[in-house]
């Protein structure tokens, strides 16, 4: 797998932050899609679906897995159209998420993520090195190396990707 690249971000109206990354992916469309649309596929990286209906205007609640914080966010799909994208709108601060898979032949997903939410220069800055982080794992999950133990989970390496997007142009 390479390496995750780096994340853009641009901001409009002041607050409102547009985070955008593109992954290419050694992985057959379906299988990309079981990991970012799937009760079974997201705890493997990012978070759990404790609520994950499957159909525009289903509802939506995923709670993070870290022994540090167990937040949930709870919104609605708001568009599905079934291996190629996801997209859940959550509360006000969590934005929307949008995962939209494009196959680059047999065996290559193309994953091309957005994030818009209303937040700071700071915020955006956290949740681009969340991101980061959270794409790493889904290439390891993919890989077949998920994450299968949350209780282990640390901070360093967020940080460590956090530096490097304050310390991008």
Known sequence: M???????????????????????????????????????????WLAAAD???????????????????????????????????????????????RFHLQAAGESVTVLRFTHEFRGTDEQRL????????HFELLANALDGRPVTDWSTWTPERWQELREEYVSRP
């Open 2 to 44: 390479d390496a995750i690249r780096h994340g853009t971000s641009e901001t409009r109206d002041g607050s409102i932050q547009l985070l955008h990354f593109e992954l290419r992916l050694p992985h057959p469309v379906v299988r990309v899609w079981a990991a970012v649309a799937t009760p079974e596929g997201l705890p493997t």
């Open 51 to 97: 609520v994950l209906e499957p159909r525009i205007g289903g509802a939506v609640r995923l709670r993070r897995l870290t022994t540090e914080d167990t937040l949930a966010a709870e919104g609605r799909v708001t568009a599905w159209d079934m291996e190629r994208v996801a997209e859940y709108t959550m509360d006000p601060f969590r934005g929307r998420i």
């Open 126 to 133: 956290d949740q681009l090195a969340g991101w980061h982080h």
